[in-house]
């Protein structure tokens, strides 16, 4: 699933206790992050017991079910590497919560109302001592109200704020949210899927976490389009790929970086983390409608033919549903081409926990004003807006505007003799 994946949630099984499957057929599916995984079968057999079932969060390495392999398979054990389990599973542990009450305590809204608690979770609040009352006051973000690991650690470096809490008094002199009751309307209900309620959800934090500033310049990009359109078709037949703008972005956006490598972070409480690769994520849209950011990994380290292929593989695996949970892990800077769906600029939300986005508009040709030999002159030009979104708690405004500014100039600066 990745090797930065601790835990998944089983969405649903697509065989029964007692169903029989071939080879290579699909068992279940598990989510992880925003990533769906089709689990197909090692090998032939049946199913005889399922441990874990749908909407179960299971750690990684634990048992989920019990399969029969078929004679022919265990007869070949070479075929398969399938192992029936050593040790039986320990059985869930379930935890009545009663949150204490302690009067020198800070006051708190219990916000974690969901009492079931993983292993994983157990093992964790153990290990630091943290008890079932105290886990109950911890912000929940995972699937049905779940506890998950990154919020036991993120409360931890917190420095655990409600571990000597107490209910909340209402203070009638503090501001409350109003609790207005809109008329929504009548028609057709959606649900939201899985995904679109984790994109809520990260959209919302990131509002929440980083105060937002957008600054915004343009950029005159026809020596850049001009050259990919002279060199488009000889750069397919040369390298097998597809020249899009996209490739030409992100390596005007990794220069930049190194330019301004403070632009290249993360908070951590206090500290600032300058991050010392530079990964591009490119915010993509699903055939669903919904939105993913697959990553170009080291993207300053990688000429154009690397970074076109990337992107392309990138791309089709979006396209077909098959990103893996490395493809989208381990962004350090995010660029969004707003243009792609004819809007003229974007305000984009920062993706958490980087600290800036980076939205591109479409390339439209207008008439402007340019100084020539002769003089100013009014020419037309291939023209887009950039607007760069910034955390302002560590991003200031000279840092912001110089680094959006910075790309522009790369943008601009574009060699036309360039050789593929």
Do not use: C
Not at 84 to 91: D, R, W
């Amino acid at each position: 699933m990745g090797e930065s994946i601790t835990e998944g949630t089983i969405i649903n099984w697509l065989l029964e206790e007692g169903d029989t499957f071939e080879e290579g057929d699909i068992l279940l599916e598990v989510a992880t992050d925003k990533v769906d995984n089709e689990v197909p079968a090692p090998a032939a057999g049946s199913i005889v017991k399922l441990i874990h079932h749908a909407k179960d969060v299971v750690p990684v390495g634990e048992v989920i079910a019990e399969l029969e392999l078929s004679e022919a398979t265990v007869s070949n054990p070479d075929k398969t590497t399938n192992k029936a389990p050593e040790k039986t599973p320990k059985p869930e542990k379930k935890a009545k919560v009663k949150p204490t009450i302690s009067a020198k305590s800070q006051q708190f809204n219990v916000t974690n109302s969901n009492t079931f608690f993983s292993p994983l979770i157990i093992e964790i609040a153990k290990a630091h001592h943290i008890s079932f009352e105290e886990l109950a006051r911890i912000p929940a973000t995972g699937h049905d109200g779940r506890l998950r690991k990154s919020d036991v650690f993120a409360y931890i470096e917190d420095g655990r704020p409600y571990k000597f809490a107490q209910p909340s008094v209402t203070d009638p002199t503090a501001y409350r949210i109003p609790q207005l009751h809109f008329d929504k309307g009548k028609g057709k209900i959606i649900e939201m899927d899985r995904m679109r309620q984790m994109i809520a959800d990260h959209m919302v934090y990131s509002k929440h976490t980083s105060p937002h500033v957008t600054a915004y310049v343009e950029a005159d990009l026809t020596n850049m389009v001009k050259w990919r359109n002279a060199n488009k078709k000889a750069f397919q037949e040369k390298y097998g790929q597809r020249l899009t703008f996209t490739p030409l972005f992100v390596e005007a956006v990794a220069k930049a970086i190194k330019d301004f490598p403070n632009i290249n972070a993360s908070v951590d409480g206090q500290n600032i983390i300058v991050k010392e690769d530079v990964n591009i994520g490119m915010a993509t849209a699903l055939p669903s409608g919904n939105l993913i950011v697959p990553v170009v990994k080291n993207a300053d380290t990688k000429n154009l033919q690397e970074l076109a292929t990337d992107v392309n593989a990138l791309s089709e695996k979006a396209r077909a549903n098959a990103l893996s949970g490395d493809d989208i892990k381990g962004s350090t800077f995010t660029i969004s081409n707003v243009g792609t769906f004819g809007s003229v600029m974007g305000t984009p939300i920062i993706n958490q926990p980087e600290v800036a986005i980076l939205a591109l508009g479409i390339i439209k040709k207008r008439p402007e004003v340019i100084e020539t030999d002769k003089g100013d002159e009014i020419a037309i030009r291939s023209m887009m807006y950039l607007s760069l979104s910034f955390d302002h708690r560590v991003v200031d405004g000279f840092l912001g505007g110089s680094f959006v500014r910075r790309v522009a100039d790369y943008f601009e600066k574009f060699d036309l003799h360039r050789t593929i």
